[in-house]
Antibody
Framework: EVQLLESGGDLVQPGGSLRLSCAASGFIFSNYAMDWVRQAPGKGLEWVSTITGNGADTYYADSVKGRFTISRDNSKNTLYLQMNSLRAEDTAVYYC??????????WGQGTVVTVSS | EIVLTQSPATLSLSPGERATLSCRASQSVSSYLGWYQQKPGQAPRLLIY???KRATGIPATFSGSGSGTDFTLTISSLEPEDFAVYYCQQRSNWPLFTFGQGTRLEIK
């Protein structure tokens, strides 16, 4: 069974940094691209970032480009999202997802990031 | 950026009724469209991909149709557990995919 478990969410001040992790199990991690998708309180879904299976290529939404960095450690079956220069509008539940043919197909339960002073 | 517009914003129906949800793209996405269900406090779940293919474990009461710019998700007979928020998502210009704003399906 495919399982994804996010961690690292917290309350952080504006301008601060946070690193999210997503531990994967139940599939060959390196064979799949992985996505981060977020959902602000009471709002819809927003794609944040994608990384290819070998980690060679990364992609970002304009709203986070230059501030967030996606990475992965295939030896540890773990996906990361380094978030710097955080803003109030980054407050959201952050989900990691297994990307199958361009669709976030299996999702974790999410981790909450709150940016507030 | 490809914009997806879902309608209606809210749909009120009774169990046993048929639900029809719409998603319109600002430009053609071919058949590269998916549908997701999200219940309160839960992560989204993929229902349909490539416009009409059911994801693993999704019952046949859910069906998708359409191509180009106009797409439909149909739930043939609503069960109590089907009341949720539904999102469409395009992967035409992967990985820069986008989601619609959602349709809330509520019990009448």
């Amino acid at each position: 069974e495919v399982q994804l478990l996010e961690s690292g969410g917290d309350l952080v001040q504006p301008g601060g940094s946070l690193r999210l992790s997503c531990a994967a199990s139940g599939f060959i991690f390196s064979n799949y691209a992985m996505d981060w998708v977020r959902q602000a309180p009471g709002k819809g879904l927003e794609w944040v970032s994608t990384i290819t299976g070998n980690g060679a290529d990364t992609y970002y939404a304009d709203s986070v480009k230059g501030r967030f960095t996606i990475s992965r450690d295939n030896s540890k079956n773990t996906l990361y999202l380094q978030m710097n220069s955080l803003r109030a509008e980054d407050t959201a539940v952050y989900y990691c997802a297994q990307d199958i043919s361009g669709y976030p197909s299996v999702w974790g339960q999410g981790t909450v990031v709150t940016v507030s002073s | 950026e490809i914009v997806l517009t879902q309608s209606p914003a809210t749909l009120s129906l009774s169990p046993g009724e048929r639900a029809t949800l719409s998603c319109r793209a600002s430009q053609s996405v071919s058949s590269y469209l998916g549908w997701y269900q999200q219940k309160p406090g839960q992560a989204p779940r993929l229902l349909i991909y490539d416009a009409s293919k059911r994801a693993t474990g999704i019952p046949a009461t859910f069906s998708g149709s359409g191509s180009g710019t106009d797409f439909t998700l149909t739930i043939s007979s609503l069960e109590p557990e089907d009341f949720a928020v539904y999102y469409c998502q395009q992967r035409s210009n992967w990985p820069l995919f986008t989601f619609g704003q959602g349709t809330r399906l509520e019990i009448k």
